[in-house]
C-alpha cells in the first residue's frame, strides 16, 4: 500500500504540498549557510587580508599624516586658547592649557592608538601561516555545515550550549583551526525538519517567512560590508597606479600639516614673548 493510501486510511491528514515546502525551508536553510560563510569569510578573512596589505603599503605613510594632522589642530587650538588668555589680562599658564587641550583632544589621541594597534595587527597577521588549498577547502565546507546546524538565526530552537559551541566554531574558523572544526562537526548532528501533521505544514510555513526575512538581512550585511574600509579600498591595492597616487598624496598631506605646525609653533613663541 502506498504511503499517500496509508495516511488516508490511518486518519491523517494529507498536505499536497508538505513535501514541496519542506524541501523549500530546506534549501532556504542552505542557501542561508553559505550566505553566512560568505559573510564570515568576508569579515575574517578577505577584509583581514585587505587591511592587512592596506596597511604595509600605506598605513604607515596615512599615520604620519594623520599624527601630523592632529598635532596641526592641537597647536591651532593652542593658540586660541593663549590668545583668550592675553585678551582677558590673564596669566598663560601653558601647562594648564596642555591639560585642557589632552581633554579635549582626547579622541583623536584614541585614534591614533588604534591605527598603531592597526598595523601590529597587519604585522602579525602577515606572519601567520596558511592553510593549503585543499585544507581551506574542507575549513569552509565544516564551517558551513556547523553554523547551518548550530546558528540560532537558522536554527531558533538551538541551546545556550549549542551557541556556545558555534562561538568556538567561529573562533576556530578566524584563526584557521582546522583541527577543532573537524572536532566540533563530529559533535554536531544533521537538523531535523518536522514531520507531516498539521502542526508542522503551519510551523513550515511560518520558518519559510522567517528565513526569507533572514535571507535579506544577511544580504544587506554583506553589501554593508562591501561599502566600507578596508574592502572600500581593495580597487587601489589592486592597481599599482592607484597605491602610487595614493602615496603621493598621503605625502602631500603630511608635508602641508608639518608646515602648519612649524607655522603654529613660530606663532606660538611670539605670543609667549
Known sequence: MSEEKQEENSGIIVFPDFQKLKDDVEKLRTELSMLMLERDELRFVICK???????????SLEYKAYEAQCAAMRLKRKIELIQAKKNR???????????????????YQQKLNEQIDKMNDA????????????????????????????????????????????????????????????????MVGEHQLPEKHQ???????????????MLGSIKESIAKIKSEYPYCVKDILEDDQKVKHKKVELEELLKQYKELVETYNIKIEEMLR
Not at 142 to 152: F, G, Q, S, T
Open 49 to 59: 587580508n585587505i587591511e592587512m596589505e592596506y596597511m604595509i603599503k600605506l598605513g
Open 199 to 213: 502542526d508542522a505544514f503551519t510551523q513550515l510555513k511560518e520558518e519559510k517567512e522567517r528565513l526569507d526575512k
Open 123 to 186: 604585522l602579525k597577521h602577515s606572519k601567520a601561516e596558511y592553510l593549503s588549498e585543499e585544507d581551506n577547502k574542507e575549513l569552509k565546507k565544516l564551517y558551513r555545515k556547523i553554523v547551518k546546524v548550530l546558528h540560532p538565526d537558522i536554527n531558533p530552537e538551538v541551546s545556550l550550549a549549542q551557541v556556545k559551541m558555534l562561538d568556538n566554531a567561529v573562533n576556530a574558523y578566524k584563526n584557521g583551526d582546522l583541527a577543532t572544526l573537524r572536532i566540533i562537526d563530529e
Open 89 to 107: 589680562q590673564e596669566r598663560v599658564n601653558l601647562s594648564k592649557i596642555d591639560e585642557t587641550l589632552d581633554v579635549e583632544f582626547f579622541e
